[in-house]
T-cell receptor, first 116, second 118 residues
């Protein structure tokens, strides 16, 4: 079965520090990859997604992620975090197979705390 | 467009009871997926409905069921509640226009229903 692993459960950074959150998935075939963010008290929102093409994808709020197929990884990065980036971040995959389009498989989540 | 709405936002039940949660998707969206979020297990897929038919199901016991109505609104039901069912239940809708398409359409999430089982 497909699974997603996020390496860090809780990350604490100071403002202006750089961020990298790790995500690995286990599935040998084609996958669609996503990062979602859940700000305190708010809905899950899509940060960015990768389907195909350029493995470096840019999302909202200055976030980007790089898909490395050989490492089954999709790490999230931001060069300089802000206090407002404090949130929980989830990596997710969908396997583009018939009937699987509505099933996101999530990692455990990484809680990011940014100190002002 | 209004977003995905879920009612009620909070529920407190006791073991053995049953509960029904409701989800109204974004207007025009026909696909509704349900997820359970807990601190220990994270976000887990429950099931997906499209055009009133369940299209996919996660690894949850039969106590968890759902349905979808002709207006795409969906309900999920949990019978014989257990303490471990305490969780945030999230609903997401997407604009997929065919149930078996391999294409992905972004899922938009609602605020969730916080269920506490005592």
């Amino acid at each position: 079965a497909q699974s997603v692993s996020q390496h860090n459960h809780h990350v604490i950074l100071s403002e202006a520090a750089s961020l990298e959150l790790g995500c690995n998935y286990s599935y040998g075939g084609t996958v669609n990859l996503f990062w979602y963010v859940q700000y305190p008290g708010q809905h899950l929102q899509l940060l960015l997604k990768y389907f195909s093409g350029d493995p470096l994808v840019k999302g909202i709020k200055g976030f980007e992620a790089e898909f490395i197929k050989s490492k089954f990884s999709f790490n999230l990065r931001k060069p300089s975090v802000q206090w407002s980036d404090t949130a929980e971040y989830f990596c997710a995959v969908i396997t583009p197979q018939v009937g699987q389009g509505g099933k996101l498989i999530f990692g455990q989540g990484t809680e990011l705390s940014v100190k002002p | 467009k209004a977003g995905v709405t879920q009612t009620p936002r909070y529920l407190i039940k006791t073991r053995g009871q049953q509960v029904t949660l409701s989800c109204s998707p974004i207007s025009g969206h026909r696909s509704v997926s349900w997820y359970q979020q807990t601190p220990g297990q994270g976000l887990q897929f429950l099931f997906e409905y499209f055009s009133e038919t369940q299209r996919n199901k996660g690894n949850f016991p039969g106590r968890f069921s759902g349905r979808q109505f002709s207006n795409s609104r969906s309900e999920m039901n949990v019978s014989t509640l257990e303490l471990g069912d305490s969780a945030l239940y999230l609903c997401a809708s997407s604009s997929r226009d065919r149930p078996l398409t391999v294409a992905y359409n972004e899922q938009f999430f609602g605020p969730g229903t916080r269920l506490t089982v005592l």
